[in-house]
Each structure stands twice: as C-alpha cells, then as structure tokens.
C-alpha cells in the first residue's frame, strides 16, 4: 500500500513538473500588514509616518535564524491607510510589531499574532498636544 501511494505521488509531481503545472497547497502565501494611523495636532503629514513591521518576542529557538532583526517598511497615503507586504507566513504561528513614527510626535504600536492582518488604529500624537479623543 505504502508504495502505491509513493508511486501515485510521484506520477503526479512528475506529471505537473512536466506540464509547469504547480499544486496550490505548495504556493507561499505572505502576510500583508494592513491598518490606519492618525495624527493628532502639530503640523506633520501622515504621509511622512515610518511604519515597521518586525518579528517580537522570538522565542529563544529561533533567535540565530530571526535575531528579531528581519524587518518590513512602509509608509501611510494620504489618508493614513496603509499595506505593507512581508515575509512572514500568513498561516504560521508569528508574532509582529507594527510600529508608527514620526519626528515630534510619539509613538505607536500594535501586536499582532496568527490570523490577524489588520492593526488597530495607531494614533501619534505632537508633543505639545494635549490628550484628545477620536
């Protein structure tokens, strides 16, 4: 039985590597971090925000292949709105920091863990701006 199923596997890779055929289940599919940032006071653009997006809290196991070093960039439009593609496995157990900056105003992050995408809305606010609700 066991080499039947070895002969039937390896007639079908055979045939879709002939053919240039790829079997779905083997496409990567890649985590694209999406989310919304909002500047409150000063005079900043919110196009000028430098998002990143890195691994967080690498267990120790994986510390020599990730280091906590690998590392996507991205910025808002106009309208805060941001997508920025990674290498991360979008079914894989994974622990990302989303983190919004920009000169004179603080900072903002967001954690986010297997099945999620999509950030909370990250607010950076000028440093002359009193507390404010959205």
Do not use: C
Request: aromatic residues 10%.
């Amino acid at each position: 039985m066991k080499k039947i199923l070895t002969l039937a596997l390896s007639a079908v890779l055979l045939t879709a590597t002939a053919f240039g055929y790829a079997a779905p289940a083997y496409a990567a599919s890649y985590l694209t971090v999406k989310g919304e940032v909002v500047l409150v006071g000063g005079a900043g653009s919110v196009e000028d925000v430098k998002l990143t997006v890195q691994y967080n809290n690498v267990p120790a196991e994986y510390k020599d292949y990730y280091m906590g070093t690998v590392r996507w960039y991205g910025n808002p439009d106009s309208n805060g709105n941001f997508s920025i593609p990674t290498e991360a496995y979008s079914g894989a157990m994974h622990l990302l920091k989303v983190t919004a900056e920009l000169e004179g105003y603080s900072s903002d992050y967001d954690v986010l863990t297997m099945g999620q995408d999509t950030t909370q809305r990250l607010v950076l606010k000028a440093g002359n701006t009193a507390e404010a609700l959205l």
